[in-house]
């Protein structure tokens, strides 16, 4: 039997397109393509709109007229040292998670990932039930030290470490359990203890994605709103972040808040272009 | 165990993991080169990182230059790092993002030499394997015969006690692999202490190892020299690789019953009891028709089911009593017209076989 074919037409370049890196045709079936177009227009519409709505011809002024440079200054620094201390605390975390075994670990390994789902401003009150003159942990911070934690810039940065670390330890935890234990075996056959083996032969190795992490959970920290303005409030110069800034600023001074929001969009944007290798190849990359 | 004298390694020790058991005794002396030799799964690796304690043995003991590294009676347990020992991986472990030098100075400096004299202990290895044009390499710009040296650097730079050697030369291509087996074999020499060396590779097994041990899901069954080893190959695995046909059988005197059928008039009169027989495919004799008397002994008709074109000769199967492989010139094939299906008669000298004891309990 015969099995009649429907000839397709294919132009000069599919053709050679196809030949070239073989497989299948690329063109994609309308039923996927109209959601799809959607999608795109859903995510790029509201940035193109800040972009056009942008006041650019007094972007300087806008940007001036608020407490913009305070609020931009405390996100960067406190951002910073959010990072450094999940890189001093979160990496070790990420370490016992990934490459010891005790009773408990799983769960241990959830309650640290519970901040990435959990709605920040939850956590915020966790916080402030945990760290308040009559907290948990406060009332004695507070009664021997004399130290106050909430509505100051340790708050801030308290909260964007409660947010933004597990992103870091899940990312090191993940290039640690990817990586090739082998040369921690090999190491250690040449005579390296474990803490050495930690430190000139598994932290070399997951550097990347180290980087990477740590670049995450800056840019995590410097977005964080809910938790921060629950545990550490909106005190100009003080604790008002950039992302409260824009929030406050957007029922006075819309133009202002488009302009900050331009700023963090720029800040977004470098972050992506650093993290390109990760993210835009769309697979894994060593 | 006696034997191991007081600088070498004694393993007498089982290692369980999961269904698979090790269990194995053996020495190696100082100076000596081990090989240990089987196929894939029989618990070579197992064995090498038992003996550099990557893992604890179930039970019994490793000693090495009379210091207990791993008694499971005792409890006695030297930690990895501490064990004076040398690991040259078959994937070498080369680290990435250190330099050659760097990652032969990475042992001297772990085990406690400071950063300067790590370097020089480190050059001085570089020195010593031709690798110093290459100091500033990182591994991933070596060729596989150079990191195959940088690896051995790296486990000698540590001045340890013993050598493990996993399949020292799996990675490197047919073309490079004799030479830096050569350059293996003199450096062996060098080292002192003793060496273990796994392979599944026959020739590399008889080419360095001073002595051979054949490794079985997860037993010895067979050690000797090299040249024992190839000459009278204790079970079908190792005929396989030295490229033996093996048959056991029962000897009488003058006669092999062969426990597959068939027999064999042999030349060795004294051989009484459970024997193995070894007959190299080149010493079988093939031909179309009953050869006419001559003096040969052995003479038996078969079927050819296969022809494998090797290097320079063909290796015809054959199914008969006993079922033999037989080496011909490609000339000889096209002569006798030898095809898969035909009928031929084989014929031995009984000079030719080689008939030696089986030890109880081992397989044909």
Partial sequence: MVTRTAPSRLTARDRARRTARGGAPRSVPAPLLAPALIAVAFLVLPLAGLLVRAPWGHLGAALSGSDATQALILSLWTSTVTTGISLVIGVPLAWVLARSSFPGRRLLRALVTLPLVLPPVVGGVALLLAFSRVGLVGRYLDSWFGLTIPFTPLAVILAQTFVAMPFLIITVEGALLSADQGFEEAAATLGARRMTVFRRVTVPLIAPSLAAGAVLCWARALGEFGATITFAGSFPGQTETMPIAVYYALQTDPDAAIALSLVLLLVSVVVLVSLRDRWLRGGAVS | ?364
Avoid at chain 2, 29 to 50: F, R, W
Avoid at chain 2, 180 to 187: C, I, N, P, S
Avoid at chain 2, 278 to 303: E, F, G, M, Y
Wanted: hydrophobic fraction near 45%; charged fraction near 15%.
């Fill in chain 2, 1 to 364: 165990m006696t034997g191991a004298g007081s600088d070498g390694l004694a393993v007498d020790a089982e290692v369980r993991r999961g269904g698979f058991t090790l269990a194995v005794s053996l020495t190696a002396a100082a100076g000596q080169v081990l090989g240990v030799l089987g196929p894939n799964g029989a618990g070579k690796s197992t064995l090498l990182s038992a003996v550099a304690g990557l893992t604890p043995v179930t039970a019994g003991r490793i000693t090495l230059a009379g210091q207990v590294m791993d008694d499971a009676d005792t409890g006695t347990f030297v930690e990895v790092s501490q064990r004076p020992v040398g690991f040259v991986f078959q994937d070498y472990r080369l680290f990435p993002h250190l330099t050659v030098a760097e990652n032969v100075a990475f042992s001297p400096r772990a085990r406690g030499l400071g950063r300067q004299a790590a370097r020089s202990a480190a050059s001085r290895w570089l020195d010593r394997l031709e690798l110093t044009g290459l100091a500033d390499r990182k591994p991933g710009q070596l060729s596989g015969g150079q990191a195959q040296r940088v690896a051995l650097a790296r486990a000698l730079a540590g001045q340890p006690a013993l050598l493990l050697l996993d399949e020292p030369l799996s990675a490197l291509d047919a073309g490079t692999r004799l030479d830096v087996q050569a350059e293996l074999k003199r450096h062996l020499a060098d080292f002192g202490g003793p060496c273990l060396l796994v392979t599944h590779d026959p020739i590399e097994a008889l080419v360095l190892a001073d002595q051979v041990i054949v490794l079985e899901a997860g037993r010895i069954v067979q050690e000797g020299s090299p040249a024992q080893i190839a000459r009278q190959p204790a079970t079908a695995y190792v005929a396989k690789l030295v490229g033996l046909n093996l048959y056991p059988g029962q000897a009488d005197g003058s006669q092999v019953k062969l426990a597959g059928g068939g027999a064999f008039v042999i030349a060795d009169q004294g051989q009484h009891g459970d024997v193995l027989v070894a007959v190299r495919p080149s010493a079988v004799l093939i031909s179309n028709q009953h050869p006419q008397p001559s003096s040969a002994r052995n003479t038996w008709p078969a079927k050819i089911t296969g022809l494998t074109m090797l290097a320079d000769r063909v290796r015809l199967e054959l199914e008969g009593q006993p079922p033999a492989l037989v080496d011909v010139t490609p000339a000889a094939v096209a002569e006798l017209s030898l095809s898969p299906g035909g009928q031929v008669w084989l014929t031995v000298k009984a000079t030719e076989i080689e008939v030696y004891p089986r030890a109880s309990g081992q397989p044909g």
